[in-house]
DNA sequence: TCTTTTGGCGAGAACGTTCTCACATATCAG
DNA sequence: CTGATATGTGAGAACGTTCTCGCCAAAAGA
């Protein structure tokens, strides 16, 4: 009955009409099943009166549609409030239209504004995004990347945790999986990064204060123990000036490179002493590390923080010794946060921009999805020193 | 011929070995394969001489299966890399495991909180979760649940712009999708939600400062302009008295409510001159609102500010009016900001359970996903007034 | 007039799972 | 020995799309 109708719908234009009753009809009928569960292509299909194929074609925007049929479908979909079902879709064509992300922690302003970048330009090119923490714990990251795998993303950003052993990362590169690293470089993966310069952004921070004076230049850090040489072998490596491979260090320590590299260009020399290590990423274990030194009889008359929760704990410690720049000690951070720029004396800091290095990796990764082969990339974005008021002249 | 090797197998175990080895050589063959394309349950399955049906089972933990077949199968599965597909998974079941989250902007910490919470109790249970920035856009929120349900998201986390007009959110309801609210309520829409005690909240701190003495004070909030009555009716309704349906309204008409009641408990005259309206949920609006009321002849001695975003813009403007608390004006904030702790005399201010927020409406949802059926609820969780230094006794 | 092209349509096979059957076999009570 | 029950198993139908075919007109080229 229902063809037959198409059929003399066909020829005529006048029994659209009773075509538009009939569907109207059917409609009201559905839409009161459909409220709950809802309506399928084939739904869409049987109530214009056309097959699953063409109703398919004219939802999906894909092959040869008439005019007329395309008007039909839409107005059936319409009526029934089909909602194209992105499972089914995405099984068949293979592509999800969504990426996924394993971050640090949301909470922490640097990853809250990278995956704000990342999301910028995902939703502007109508991708979700599967945002996980791996809270730096590798096994979370292991995990968080094989949940994401089988939900089928199209493509993974990752700021991985370990630089030496991410057998999980090489293993999706193998199967093809798209894949960018922010902030830190997995030895001997090739995919492609986007990062701060980190070495040349801590020298210019080091440079600043020594050429404000300063000659006792505290550092503190996180250095967490994941590397292959201890800490003094590192120092003495990079006071040395041997060549160091600086790509697959940790962020911290790449920071610490920068200070010991300005130090060396200016012919100053490097106490150990001053490097506060905080040997985890917490603002506590930051917040710990700085008392002793400060407090010691030849202390620094300068401090650079190297990110974000190093600057927190550091001006939590400083707050309780009741230290403040720039009257009893110069101050450059790492990472502007937002508190900077509205503490009573500004604190300088260098800046690194995270939003648009979230863009950066999402377009990046979006190109590979999209097919593209060059061969990996690198991207290393410069950061800015901010000057505000924490640095005196000395 | 597999059949046959299998059928032996059945029978003795003795032949057991001959088709390890027969395995090993088909996965050996395979991997190189499913290198690139990644292998399904009927991979599997042959690989491990089953039918799909049984390879399904101990994959998929459903059903029975025989000690004997599972083994083979977990080891076929396991010499080809097989990954389940989460997609194929979903449309057959209709559960994706996969929460969505509607925020306001991920950058704000505020969001960035309520988020970690929901991803804690989120992959806590296996969920994965799909994340959006609304901007305080409508149209981006319509356009971000639209996505999130066309990717078949078992339950949907929204903090709703428009509390009056929400069809796309009544249309959720009605569809049967989970659903739960936070921070903001939408007029009618019965759904689970959880948010500060907003009025409870800012009377609380307004008491505080009256307390100490304060008389005049004044207040900055967004009070962006989509309410039922002007600001000035508004207030003009909350001095005399008159009940308002406060549950709908928007946090920051909540918090000005709240201050307008401690005044009124007091027997204090409110001055609307002291009403510092941003008018737009931006800290730029909000530092161009302070100055004029902060430079008039009869300025107030305290100030209160009724959000995160707020306090930063008060902050801006209090920096370059060279204005500092408790010296020149008492200060109490809105929502527990980690500079608030360690600025020099710290910031006294209400403190929200934004993790313990996100976690509970997580778990609300998820308890919704899991079929739960009783009437909506509403958790107003309790704010804390935490003392810093930034009051003064007048 | 006979091909070829082109637009337009529907049947039906994918995609990779789960799930319902029907059917075996083993165990046990009566 | 009979039937009931529990445990295994495989064939094949879902799920809701996309996509490859064929088929059929009508238009166009020869």
């Known amino acids: 009955m229902l063809l037959d109708l198409d059929e003399g719908h066909f020829r005529l234009p006048f029994p659209a009409n009773q075509i538009s009753l009939f569907c109207l009809v059917i409609c009201e009928k559905d839409e009161l099943l459909s409220s709950k569960s809802k309506a399928t292509i084939a739904d869409v299909a049987r109530v214009a009166g056309v097959s699953t194929a063409t109703a398919g074609r004219v939802l999906g925007g894909y092959g040869y549609t008439s005019e007329e049929k395309k008007a039909q479908v839409l107005k059936a979909a319409h009526d029934l409030g089909y909602r194209p079902n992105a499972l089914a879709r995405s099984l068949i064509t293979g592509k999800t239209r969504t990426l996924g992300v394993v ?12 995956i704000r970048g990342i999301s910028n330009v995902a939703d502007a090119n109508g991708f979700g995004l599967l945002i996980t923490n791996s809270d730096e714990i590798p096994a979370r990251e292991i995990h968080a990347v094989e949940l994401l795998a089988q939900k089928q993303v199209d493509g993974l950003i990752v700021t991985p945790i370990d630089t030496r052993k991410a057998r ?8 093809g999986m ?46 967490v123990d994941e590397n292959f040489m201890s800490l003094d072998d590192f120092v003495a490596h990079a006071i040395a000036g041997d060549p160091i ?97 509205f503490l009573r004396p500004g604190i300088t800091t260098i800046s690194q921009p995270r939003l648009a290095m979230g863009e950066a990796a999402a377009r990046m990764l979006l190109e590979r999805v999209r097919g593209a082969d060059y061969p990996s990339r690198t991207v290393l974005m410069p950061a800015e020193l901010i000057e505000r008021g924490s640095v005196s002249r000395i």
Request: proline share 6%; glycine share 6%; aromatic share 6%.
């Open 178 to 223: 798209p894949l960018v690293l922010i902030d830190r470089a997995v030895g001997g993966l090739m995919v492609d990064r986007v990062a701060t310069d980190n070495v040349a952004a801590a020298e210019q921070a080091i440079r600043h204060l020594i050429g404000e004076g300063h000659r006792l230049i505290g550092i503190v850090a996180e250095l």
């Open 245 to 341: 491979e600086s790509e697959t260090l940790y962020p911290s320590w790449q920071r610490l490179l920068g200070y010991i590299r300005a130090h060396r260009i200016a012919g100053l020399t490097v106490h150990p002493r001053l490097i506060m290590r905080a040997g985890s990423y917490s603002a506590q274990a930051a917040e710990a590390a700085v008392p002793p030194v400060m407090t010691s009889p030849n202390r620094p008359t300068a401090l650079f923080t190297t990110d974000g929760t190093m600057s927190e704990g550091t001006m939590r410690a400083l707050t309780t010794l009741k230290l403040s720049a720039p009257e009893d000690l110069s101050l450059v951070c790492f990472d502007d946060l937002d508190w900077m720029s």
């Open 168 to 175: 999980h990362l090489f293993n999706l590169k193998a199967m």
């Open 103 to 114: 971050a640090g922690d949301i909470q922490n302003p640097f990853y809250a504004s990278v």
